[in-house]
Every structure is written in structure tokens, then in C-alpha cells.
């Protein structure tokens, strides 16, 4: 989100281990609830390892880090220092394979999206799991089951997902959540409601409110044109409707009361020199997680389970979250976290929407996809023909294969496109045939469908209104 952040640096890491450390003293001395205290060492837990991952050495109390610069390190520690690095604004790894997903489970305290639990969404909605689910896109979770026991019991749930909009060109990258979401919106049939954090945006950005806004507008319509039902759908500007809405407000406020400055500090790496702004936001992206924050939608009710979906980077925002609910009386949020979408240049690489050939944009014309595809799109082919017939093709590396697996709905094709790689007899240049072949249609319709959004269509999915769905 604010990608202009970056890293931050040991020293303010080690300050957020401090703070951390003293917040479990104090919850342990106030016997305060065992989730409480489990999450504010999870916490901990977390920071510590990005500590080492940072410095190369483990924390120490009485130690604070010297400025270290990054890689100086030839001694024991520079493995460690190799380590991922994801908060909701830095996504970092130094292989080519990408984010070890099992690792930063462990790190986060998440469950694994198993078979098990595959099977029963299956059985809970009669259909088909979604590719994400199958090929492990979406490979982590927080009290899922949770949902579907109240989903099986009749008992209603909502959906609640959000976008930052930084820019007006949305990446393919970007529709990863929103086309999971539709997808968990059609198979349940369940309200949904968008954030579109604005607000957040002209916090982190060289931008005006108008702006803001404007890129808040726009990318509503890409968001629109996924296929999103507007009878269940309610797309809201944190600008615009935190204004109108009491009950949204007063949620934050509740939030804000209950999270000390040490806490976000801790959780999020601010420091003293972050505006208050920055540090009171964590509460607004909060806030939808409770259902009396649309009070349009669901009235007064403050027990319906919110399930949200969406990049793993996003959950200290809902660990926090989940920290306050008890406090406040309300349900803890659910979540489903998804990987990372990588840039055309390496998993390892970071996608800029200030970089037009770090991804595919929802504005590319066919003949831009097929250029980007061949020029840009890292391969994990071998250095000659000859190497590549004989050794094959590392599908663990290579930018087309992975989009190929968000995109292609063919399982049994994936497959033979996997092994057709891996032993050589397929080519880079056949595999790269092969996903522009299947991106420039997806491309075309999708800037078909935004087309017919028109300003009205906008409006209506954001005005405040009442949703139709099951389990009123």
C-alpha cells in the first residue's frame, strides 16, 4: 500500500520489540483474556524474526543494532538475513521462487488451507472449489470453519474486501481478491461490502483529496466490471461515507480507544515522526470488519460473522482487529489470505503501477500483452535450445507458468503445460504463446465490460442502501 515507506530500519524495529515486549508484561500482569495475550506474543513473535531477518542476529534487549548496512554481513548471519520481509507496505524476498508461504504461516500464526477444508466448502456450497482454492492462491486462513459451521446452521455471514487506490491503471494483480470474492459472493450468496481507502491513500501519497477520490471512482469501475451483483454489493469511499455513516464512525472511535500508539508502533513499524493520521488509520480499514458499521445493511446487528479475503501482506491490519473484537462485544473476523501476484520480472521483483512493464494492465491493448509477454515476462527456460530439450524448464521460476496459474481454468492443461516444460519438449517462447493466448481475450473482455459501468452505475453501488440476500 504505501510502498514509498519502504523497509523500516533495526533501530525502529528494535523500539517495536520493546514496546511489544512491555504491552505482553502488561497484559500478563492484568490477566488480561488468553487470546489477547497469545496474539500480543504472536506479535512479538513476528517482530523478532523480522528483527533477524533485518540485522542477521537475534534481538537483544540491552543491545540496540549499529547501522548495519544491508548485505555488509559476510559472517553466520547472512542467510538469516535472507529471509522474507512482508508488512501491509514491503513485500521482500531474495528468491526467485518467491515468498516461502508455509514459513510466513508459521510467522503470522495463520492455518493452512487445507484438503480437508477444500472439501468442505465443497460440500457447503455444492460446487466446484474455485482455481484459487485448488492450486493454493488462496492458501491461508483464520477461523474459516468457523463460517461454514454458521453457514450450515443458517446463520448469516457477510463479505468484506477493499482496494488502495493509488493510481487510475489497475494491474491484472489487482483482481486476484476481487475475482475470488465474486466468486465467494455467487457460491454463497452473501452481502459484500468494499472499502475503497481513499482516506489512506492521501495519507501516503503525493495526492490531493480530489485525486484521491477521482482514483477511488475509477477503479470502482474496474472493480464493478468483475461481475459483482449490485443487489448484494456495497462499494463504499472511506471520504465519502465515514462522513454520512454514525455507525461506521463510532466503530472507529471504539477501535481507536481500545489500541494504544505502542501497539500500531509495534504491529505496523510507525515511528514519532508518522503523522497522526497514519497511526489512527489502522482502525478505519478495522471498522468494516464489524457488521453495525452499515447499519443500512444490516441494522443494529452486531453479531454477523464478516469473512474477509485478500492479500496476506493486508492481515496485521486484522490481527489487530481480531485483538479488539472481545474487547468491544463484537465477533472476531474471519480471513483468507492469497499469495502475492509477481511482477513480470521475477517473484522476487515488485510491481509498480509507476513501472508500466513491471505487470499487465487493465488498459493494455492486445499488442502491448504480447510485447510485455516476450520481452519482459521472466523465464526459467535454459540458456540454449540444445540445454533447454535436454534439462527442461524451472516452472518454479518462471513469470509465465505462475500466471498461467492464476488465469488458466484448465487444470488437466496446466498440467501438461507443466510437465511439457519441465522435460524441455515445450519452449519459453511456446509457454509465452500460451499465457497470451489466454491473457489478451481476458484482457479485451474485461475492458468491454467496464465500458458499459457508466457514472450511474457507480453511484448506485455506492449509495447506502439496503442489500437482498439470504438469512435476513
Known amino acids: 500500500m504505501a510502498d514509498e515507506q519502504g523497509c523500516v530500519s533495526p533501530l525502529e524495529l528494535f523500539n517495536c520489540i520493546a514496546a511489544q515486549g512491555e504491552r505482553v508484561k502488561t497484559l500478563k500482569a492484568g490477566q488480561a483474556l488468553k487470546d489477547e495475550v497469545d496474539c500480543a506474543v504472536k506479535i512479538l513473535q513476528s517482530l523478532k524474526m523480522s528483527y533477524r531477518a533485518a540485522v542477521g542476529e537475534d534481538y537483544k534487549a540491552d543491545c ?10 559476510s559472517g553466520p548471519g547472512t542467510t538469516e538475513a535472507e529471509e522474507d520481509f512482508v508488512d501491509p507496505w514491503t513485500v521482500q524476498t531474495s528468491s526467485a521462487k518467491g515468498i516461502d508461504y508455509d514459513k510466513l504461516i508459521v510467522r503470522f500464526g495463520s492455518s493452512k488451507i487445507d484438503k480437508e477444508l477444500i472439501n468442505r466448502i465443497e460440500k457447503a456450497t455444492g460446487q466446484r472449489p474455485h482455481r484459487f482454492l485448488r492450486r493454493g492462491i488462496f492458501f491461508s486462513h483464520r477461523d474459516m470453519n468457523q463460517v461454514l459451521d454458521a453457514y450450515e446452521n443458517k446463520k448469516p455471514f457477510y463479505l468484506y474486501t477493499g482496494r488502495g487506490p493509488s493510481s487510475e491503471a489497475m494491474h491484472v ?34 495526492l490531493t ?17 468483475c461481475g459483482f451483483d449490485i443487489n448484494k454489493t456495497f462499494i463504499f469511499s472511506d471520504l465519502d461515507y465515514m462522513g454520512s455513516s454514525t455507525g461506521f464512525y463510532k466503530n472507529v ?3 481507536q480507544k481500545h489500541v494504544t500508539f505502542n501497539q500500531v508502533k509495534g504491529i505496523f513499524g510507525f515511528t514519532d515522526s508518522d503523522s497522526i493520521g497514519k497511526i489512527s488509520f489502522p482502525a478505519i480499514q478495522a471498522a468494516p470488519s464489524f457488521s453495525n458499521s452499515f447499519p443500512h445493511i444490516f441494522g443494529d446487528k452486531t453479531d454477523i460473522q464478516c469473512l474477509i479475503p485478500c492479500a496476506i501482506d493486508q492481515d496485521p ?24 501476484f509477481p511482477a513480470l520480472q521475477g517473484a522476487q521483483t515488485k510491481m509498480s503501477a509507476s513501472d508500466p512493464n513491471s505487470s499487465i494492465f487493465l488498459i493494455d ?8 509477454v516476450n520481452k519482459h515476462a521472466f523465464s526459467g527456460g535454459r540458456d540454449t535450445i ?31 503445460i507443466r510437465k511439457d516444460y519441465s522435460s524441455g519438449a515445450m519452449l519459453t517462447g511456446e509457454l509465452k504463446k500460451e499465457l497470451i493466448e489466454v491473457l489478451q481475450p481476458l484482457i479485451a473482455e474485461h475492458q468491454a465490460r467496464r465500458k458499459e459501468v457508466t457514472d450511474e452505475i ?7 442502501r439496503k442489500l437482498s440476500y439470504d438469512h435476513q
Open 317 to 340: 491490519y486484522f490481527r489487530m482487529t481480531r485483538d479488539v473484537a472481545p474487547r468491544i462485544g463484537y465477533p472476531k473476523p474471519a480471513l483468507l489470505h492469497s499469495t502475492f
Open 209 to 225: 483529496l480530489d485525486q484521491a477520490y477521482g482514483y477511488a471512482v475509477e477503479n470502482a469501475k474496474d472493480i464493478i466490471a
Open 365 to 372: 491493448t492486445a499488442k502491448q500483452i504480447k510485447t510485455k
Open 253 to 255: 472511535v471504539k477501535i
Open 386 to 416: 540444445e540445454e533447454h530439450r535436454q534439462f527442461g524448464g524451472n516452472c518454479d521460476v518462471d513469470v509465465s507458468f505462475m500466471y498461467l496459474t492464476f488465469f488458466l481454468e484448465d487444470d488437466d492443461k496446466l498440467e501438461q
Open 173 to 206: 494483480g489487482h483482481l486476484i481478491p476481487f475475482i475470488f470474492t465474486k466468486w465467494l459472493q455467487d457460491v454463497f450468496n452473501v452481502p459484500l461490502v468494499i472499502q475503497m481507502t481513499d482516506d489512506e491513500k492521501y495519507l501516503w501519497k503525493d
Open 458 to 464: 457507480v453511484k448506485e453501488f455506492m449509495t447506502p
Open 64 to 73: 540496540p543494532p549499529g547501522s548495519l548496512a544491508p548485505g555488509g554481513d
